[in-house]
T-cell receptor, first 114, second 114 residues
Framework: GNSVTQMEGPVTLSEEAFLTINCTYT??????LFWYVQYPGEGLQLLLK?????DKGSNKGFEATYRKETTSFHLEKGSVQVSDSAVYFC?????????????FGKGTKLTVNP | DGGITQSPKYLFRKEGQNVTLSCEQN?????MYWYRQDPGQGLRLIYY???????QKGDIAEGYSVSREKKESFPLTVTSAQKNPTAFYLC?????????????FGQGTRLTVV
């Protein structure tokens, strides 16, 4: 079946450090891939997405590239800020649609210190 | 504005009581989902529904019940059979048939047993 595996946290960085959160997936066909962010006490918000191989999603300085050959969708940011402290979830939407459900990774907590 | 509304934001339940969490969406989405989130944990799927009057159990359905009488609404009942209901509950919705569909989340309901 479909699954998402992302690196376990927590991740603690200093402000302006480089961020990478790894995400790999298992799926038949070509799923769509997403990164969501959850700030404390809130629901999840879509951060970025990619719908086909080699697509790069980007938003708020974050980027992730859909790599079919390595089945990966790693999240990166060149210079993190304190305001980026949150939990990040990698997810996939199955290509078949229909009754297939969305699949989420377990989340990675990021803390950025001043 | 279109979106998902969960209510209440905070809910307190006494031992042995059933409580119902509300989830309403005006995005015209077919699919709706309920997730449970515990501190430091990822999302665990409780129930999901791909169409009105139909729903499927997720990974942790025991002690919970749902209904889907209207497209816009997907209430979750936490029954007295749920032994450890204190958690953060998230409702989400998405399109069903279209690939690339992303999930939209509500702000969550924090349930506490007192």
């Amino acid at each position: 079946g479909n699954s998402v595996t992302q690196m376990e946290g927590p991740v603690t960085l200093s402000e302006e450090a480089f961020l990478t959160i790894n995400c790999t997936y298992t799926a038949t066909g070509y799923p769509s891939l997403f990164w969501y962010v959850q700030y404390p006490g809130e629901g999840l918000q879509l951060l970025l997405k990619a719908t086909k191989a080699d697509d790069k999603g980007s938003n708020k300085g974050f980027e992730a590239t859909y790599r079919k050959e390595t089945t990966s969708f790693h999240l990166e940011k060149g210079s993190v800020q304190v305001s980026d402290s949150a939990v990040y979830f990698c997810a996939l939407s199955p290509p078949q649609g229909g009754s297939e459900k969305l699949v989420f990774g377990k989340g990675t907590k990021l803390t950025v210190n001043p | 504005d279109g979106g998902i509304t969960q209510s209440p934001k905070y809910l307190f339940r006494k031992e042995g009581q059933n409580v119902t969490l509300s989830c309403e969406q005006n995005l015209n989405h077919d699919a709706m989902y309920w997730y449970r989130q515990d501190p430091g944990q990822g999302l665990r799927l409780i129930y999901y529904s791909q169409i009105v009057n139909d729903f499927q159990k997720g990974d942790i359905a025991e002690g919970y019940s749902v209904s889907r009488e209207k497209k816009e609404s997907f209430p979750l009942t936490v029954t007295s059979a749920q032994k450890n209901p204190t958690a953060f509950y998230l409702c989400a919705s998405s399109k069903r048939e279209v690939k690339n569909t992303e999930a939209f989340f509500g702000q969550g309901t924090r349930l506490t047993v007192v």
